[in-house]
């Protein structure tokens, strides 16, 4: 007696066996583009990346921003979060899957974040290009009445709490994206970055930018999540191997940086 | 704007009394001598003190190990969670990536540990304004309106949850069977039962409101939930890891439904 199989429903991809094997793909679909007998060679590696989230070819200019924020999120530094921890692999000698999953764990948090950068989307799609919404919604957040595994955010989304002006490659990457997309958001948080920096008492960071550039893209909220966890993982990569090579004896401990208290702490 | 004040505070000076480790000497634990004071704890004991503060009682500690035997660890391989496990067994990854994605992994909105939070949340939310003087049907009922489930209750596949009968029996004999937040969780459940709601407890509402009655907090009780589901993992890690590689559930190419565009030239 023959069961119908279950099977993987999917709008992206579709595979035509190898006629002596089911198991192996003769010829990959995706989105209806044959992967490697047509696709490969023609197309970048950033126009396949937005055709496997939106399944369409990207225009141009959505293209050209694509590239310009992955270029600009790929290597967030050694000095950042979720860089350092794919580093605390690297020195340790640990796997490299283990390396961009600590990237990824700590990328994925709230300060400079993906989940930041769920929320900073969230307050565009509520406040779009308004700037009185825009400054009711910093001053008054929205507050989850219900505990959640994600904790509540400490700071405006997309600004940075700890800055005192708005960094550098921050303004030129804004500057850049903008250009882009004449009528989009990107455009507007440029001419309307010091009144947010404003109310929100902190300057615009890198996950404010990432922000909008994906509302910009036309990217839900969880492809902007995706994406910014995604494209952040180069730098974390090369880090990593840089102080593999390095080793444990040259990257910091912090050696004299622990005090131990016995006061209780909140 | 604060500006970068609390890095400047914090450059290589980080106070805690959560612990240290004193190199060839001794560690201290929050605030115990490891070796010394916490010699004798059982693993859960040292997990529920880091993460509490508190050194749980042998009742406690025989409760919370049988929360995790008794309703945590299903080694089935369709489960989410431990088909990560399995599919990294199949693939010979290792198995502290294995373990450490499929809890990840764990950390799921329609089970896992999303849920837990929210019971746990929940109950003591409801728990807080019945002191009050509110109506328990009432808030069940404005629960329901705000949010279309309560977390606890309601099961896919099967009304009865067969964890709750042995967890009981285990609560019975600890006498932990008639603290405030259990008898709510089952007051609660005589509530959805009536109407049209129809809804059986399942076991995350009768775990979360044995851990308020000890005390713990919803983020307690989350941190406590963390590791849980491990025990199943490694057999299914292992199972995977006896047989060929690649065996685990393979796929045809035909059994990706694809139902996306049509097929078209770059």
Redesign the interface.
Known sequence: MSKEREVIHSRIWEEIAEPDNPFAAATCYCSGYDVYGDLLGKVSWIEYLYLLLKQERPAPGKAKLLEGLAVAVANPGPREHSVRAAMCAGVGGSTSASSLMAALAVGAGQLNGAHEVVVAMTYWQDCGKNLMAWQKRLKHPLQEERADIWLPLEHPPGFDPHGASCATPVRQTLALLAKYHSEGVLTWLQQHRLELEAVANCPLAMSGVAAAAMIDLDFSVQQGEMLYLLLRLPGAAAHALEQQEYGWRRYPFFAHGLKLSTEPQL | ???????FENE??????I??WFPGERV?FR?KDLFHELKDLPWMGLLLYGITGKIPSDKQLRLFEGIWTLCTSYPDPRLWNNRVAALAGTVR??A??AI??AN?VS?ASIYG??PD??A???LL?TKCQLDKGADIEELVSKELKK?KFIPGYGRPITRKDERIEPLMALAGELGFNQGPHLKLAFAIEEILLKGRWRLYMNIAAVTAALAADQGLS??EY?HYAVLSFSAGMFPCYLDALKKPEGAFF?????????????????
């Open positions: 704007m604060q500006g970068p004040k609390y890095l290589d000076h980080w106070v805690t009394n612990g240290a201290i605030g990854s290792t502290a990536l450490g994605a990840a950390e540990r999303r939070i929210r746990i949340d929940f939310r949010y919803r983020h989350y393979p796929l045809r190419c035909d059994r990706i439904k694809y139902e996306g565009k049509p097929r078209c030239a770059w």
